[in-house]
Structures are given as C-alpha cells and as structure tokens.
C-alpha cells in the first residue's frame, strides 16, 4: 500500500492530519526536522522520516513510497521560494494528490506567501488540493495564551474585526479526507471557518465565562503588538511580519466569511470556540 507525506506532523494542524490518516488505515510518513519528537508523539503508528524544506539532501527519502502529500508552511519560512525546491521534487516524484494547508482569501490577495505557493502548485501541474481554512482557535490556546494566563488580556492588533475561528483538529479532518479519496478531490479548493464569526471582544466573554475570570481583549496598535512580540516575547522576526500583515487583512474584513464547506466535505458540524475552549480549559487557568 502507498503512504501519505504528511510535513509538519508535529504541527497544529500536521498532527492532526496524522491521527485523522491513521483512523482511516492510510500508512503516514510524518516529516519533520525533529525525528525523536515525532516518534514521542506518534510512537510506532507512523513511519517518521527526517525532513528539511531547507536541505533538497532530505526530499527523496521522505518521499519514498509516498502518492500523496500534506504540504504546510513552517510560519517562519516567510518567502514563498522556500518551498519550491520541494514542490519541485513533489512533481518529479508523480503523486495523485498534493493537498497544501493555505488561508482562506488568498486568491484575491497576493500577500501572504501562501498565494504564490498556490499558483507554483496550480502551475506545476500536480493534482492539488488547497485547503483555505479562517484563523485556527489554536492560535489564542497557543501564541496567545502567555497574556491570557499573565494578564488576563488577548494581546492581538485586530480592532474590531470578526474572525471566523477554526478548530485545528477540524481542519486536520478536512485534509485527511482530501487525501483518502485523492481521486474525487482532484484540482479542488475548499474554503473552511467555524460555525460564527467572533470579535476579540466575543472571544474574551467567552474565555471569561469558561474560566470564571475576567478576561478582557487588550486591542494594541500594530506597532506596539509588533514590539511586543519581537521584544518581550523573542518571536521570529519573519513569523511576527506575516501576522501583522494578516491583522492588517482581518481588520479588512477577510477573516470573517462563514462557510458550509467542511460540512459539504465531511458531513460534520464545525466547532464552536466555546466548545473549544471547554475542552482545553486547562491552558487558560493560572497555575
Ligand atoms: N494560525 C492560523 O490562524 C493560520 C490560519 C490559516 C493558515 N495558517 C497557516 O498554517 C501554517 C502553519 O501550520 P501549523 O500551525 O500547523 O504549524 P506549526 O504548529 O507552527 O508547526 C510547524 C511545523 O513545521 C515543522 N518545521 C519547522 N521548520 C521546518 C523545516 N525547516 N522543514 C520542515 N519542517 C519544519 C515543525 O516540525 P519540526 O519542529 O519537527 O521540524 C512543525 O511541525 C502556516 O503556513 C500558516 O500561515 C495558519
């Protein structure tokens, strides 16, 4: 039996991808530049394979026996060059699918990598799949969780903008479907949100309810958010480029769209950020 690529398996979404391919008997390669984390998550359930978007030396083994892949963006490779030499070697190497984790409104906006990553896909000829998923609730359950437990605020540069959130772990499902019926998801596209679209505002009462402690959405300008986050929080200077640059977006407008989509793709309900937020409770009380 052929396997499955997944890059990024240790990933929000990868690892997801991971178990969602497992459930429905596919035989996954989970890639990454750390082998030991990937075995201590997955143990003997998938093969792990050492894999670098940044050394071509690691392109061929990982797609050893492989006819579909799961294509992600590390956040910090901010150019969209940086995953040609491996799409380049995806199309040498003949699949029946590539499905790239992508963002929802990239086909009308040419910013984010992620459009040009696209259209080098479209363009090469692999039989593609691009998942364009809203923000993922992840986001404030990871980057976002240090102010919430230190200082009760969501420190996010959003104004009043809506965004339609998405659970990870529903975005791993959509991904892991594309691929189990390569064939009936040839050349397709699938915009994927949440049931609602939320202000910060709505995020913050949700949280507050949840915890049973008043947590409030800080709303910092762009510049004192970037500040933060490459002075205090040390983050990567090209990953806090690029998420001011999507903030920049949302406050257009384009995180909030609702869409029926995953439901059309796998009969499931999305899930509600309080339903989210139950299950993972625990990261947002003060230890
Ligand atoms: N956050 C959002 O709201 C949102 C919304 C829409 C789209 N997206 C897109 O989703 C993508 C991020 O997905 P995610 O949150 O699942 O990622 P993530 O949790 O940040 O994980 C990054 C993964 O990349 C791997 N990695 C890092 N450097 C690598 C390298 N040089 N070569 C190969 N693998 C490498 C890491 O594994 P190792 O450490 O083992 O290498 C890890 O599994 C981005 O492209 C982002 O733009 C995000």
Known sequence: MMKILVTGASGNVGSYVVNELIALNENVVAAGTNVSKLKDKFGDKI?????????????????????????????????PEDLYP???AVKKHEVKLLSFLSLMGVENNPIPPHHKIENYIEKSGIPFAHIRPGFFMQN????HSVEIVKLD???VP????????????????AIATVLHDAKAHKN?????TGPEALTYDQVAEVLTK?????????????LKYRNYYLK??????????????????????TAKAVTDEFYLLTGKRPRTFEAFAREHKEIFIKN
């Open 188 to 192: 397709s596209t699938f915009t994927i």
């Open 47 to 79: 093969e792990p394979v050492y894999f670098d978007f940044t050394k071509p030396e690691t392109f061929d083994e990982a797609l050893k026996g492989v006819d579909r892949v799961f294509l992600m963006r590390p956040p910090h490779l901010g150019k």
């Open 86 to 88: 491996f799409i380049d």
């Open 158 to 173: 959003a104004g009043k903008s809506k965004t339609s959130f998405i659970d990870a772990a529903d975005i791993g499902l």
């Open 153 to 155: 605020q969501i420190f």
């Open 210 to 222: 949840v915890t049973g402690r008043k947590i409030t959405y800080a709303r910092p300008s762009y």
């Open 232 to 253: 205090n929080r040390k983050l990567d200077k090209n990953y806090v480029n690029v998420t001011v640059a999507l903030y920049f977006m949302t406050r257009m407008g």
């Open 140 to 143: 404030i359950s990871g980057v």
